[in-house]
C-alpha cells in the first residue's frame, strides 16, 4: 500500500512539473521581447534625431537670406532700368554726406578754451603767439581768430573799424565752407522720389499697352506694369528718407558751428579793443 502512494505521488509530482514547465514556455512565446522592442524604439528615435537637423537647417538658411532675396527680388521686380538711378542717387548722396559728416567734425573744437587761451596770449602782448596758435588749429573758428589778429597785428589794418569788418567777412567765409556740398544733397532728395513717381508713369504706361494688346481689362494683365510703378516709387521714397535724416543732422552741426563763430567773434572783438596795438 506504501508503494503504490509512494509510485501514485512520484507521478503526479512529475505531471505538475511539466505542466509548469509547458506553462512557462507558453507565457514565455506569447511575452513580447522586449530587447527587441527597445533596440527599435532607440533606431526610431536616433533616425528622427538625424532627420530632424535636416529639416530646421534650410528654415534656419532661409530666414538669414530671406530680407536679402526679398530686396533682390523686388530690385529686379522694379524694372533694373529705373532702380539702377534711384540706387545711383542714394550712392552719391551718401557719399556727400558722409564728406559733410567728417569736415564739420573735424571743424569741431573747445571754442571757449581756445578762445580763453587767445585772450591770455593777447593780453600778454603775444600776439605773434596768439596768430601762431590759431594757424595750427582747425575749424572755422580758429580762421576768424587768425584774421582779426592778422589784422591786430598789422601797422595800417589794426583799427576797431577795420579787424570787425574782417571778422565778419572771414565769418561769411567760413560759413559758406560749412554750407558746400550741401546743396547737392538737397538735389538728391529731390531726385529719388521724382525717379520714382517717373518710374510709376512708365509702369502705368506699360500696363495701358498691355491692356490694349491683350483687348481686356484684367487683374493679370495690369498686375506687371502696376507692380513695376510701385515698386520705384517704394524705393525712391526711401532713399529719399535716409538722406533727409542726413541733411538735416548736418545742419544741425552748421548751426551749431555758425554760433560758436559768432559767439567767439564778439569775445575775439573785445580783446582786440582792449589790446595796446588796437587803433580806438
Not at 17 to 28: C, L, N, P
Not at 228 to 249: D, E, K, P, R
Request: proline share 2%; with cysteine.
Amino acid at each position: 500500500m506504501k508503494k503504490l502512494f509512494a509510485i501514485v505521488a512520484m507521478v503526479a509530482a512529475c505531471s505538475f512539473g511539466a505542466t509548469s514547465t509547458v506553462m512557462a514556455q507558453e507565457e514565455e512565446a506569447q511575452a513580447p521581447d522586449t530587447t527587441v522592442v527597445d533596440t527599435l524604439a532607440a533606431d526610431t528615435a536616433a533616425v528622427e534625431e538625424a532627420a530632424a537637423p535636416e529639416e530646421a537647417a534650410p528654415v534656419v538658411e532661409e530666414e538669414s537670406e530671406g530680407i536679402h532675396k526679398a530686396l533682390k527680388t523686388k530690385f529686379i521686380e522694379g524694372d533694373a532700368g529705373f532702380m539702377s538711378l534711384v540706387a545711383v542717387a542714394l550712392v552719391l548722396g551718401l557719399a556727400f554726406c558722409i564728406e559733410r559728416v567728417i569736415y564739420l567734425s573735424l571743424a569741431q573744437i573747445n571754442t571757449r578754451k581756445f578762445t580763453a587761451e587767445l585772450a591770455q596770449l593777447v593780453a600778454a602782448g603775444k600776439i605773434t603767439e596768439a596768430i601762431a596758435k590759431a594757424k595750427g588749429t582747425r575749424g572755422p573758428v580758429a580762421q576768424v581768430s587768425r584774421k582779426a589778429l592778422e589784422c591786430l597785428n598789422s601797422d595800417n589794418q589794426n583799427d576797431i573799424a577795420t579787424i570787425e569788418r574782417t571778422i565778419n567777412m572771414e565769418a561769411e567765409v567760413q560759413g559758406a565752407y560749412l554750407e558746400e556740398n550741401c546743396s547737392w544733397i538737397t538735389l538728391f532728395i529731390a531726385m529719388a522720389p521724382s525717379l520714382g513717381f517717373l518710374g510709376t508713369v512708365i509702369g502705368m504706361v506699360l500696363a495701358f499697352d498691355n491692356i490694349q494688346r491683350a483687348g481686356d481689362i484684367s487683374p493679370t494683365v495690369v498686375a506687371g506694369g502696376m507692380k513695376v510703378a510701385l515698386i520705384t516709387t517704394i524705393f525712391g521714397i526711401v532713399v529719399a528718407l535716409i538722406l533727409q535724416v542726413f541733411y538735416n543732422y548736418i545742419l544741425s552741426r552748421v548751426e551749431a558751428l555758425t554760433g560758436s563763430m559768432e559767439e567767439s567773434a564778439a569775445e575775439l572783438l573785445d580783446m582786440c579793443v582792449k589790446s595796446p596795438k588796437c587803433k580806438k
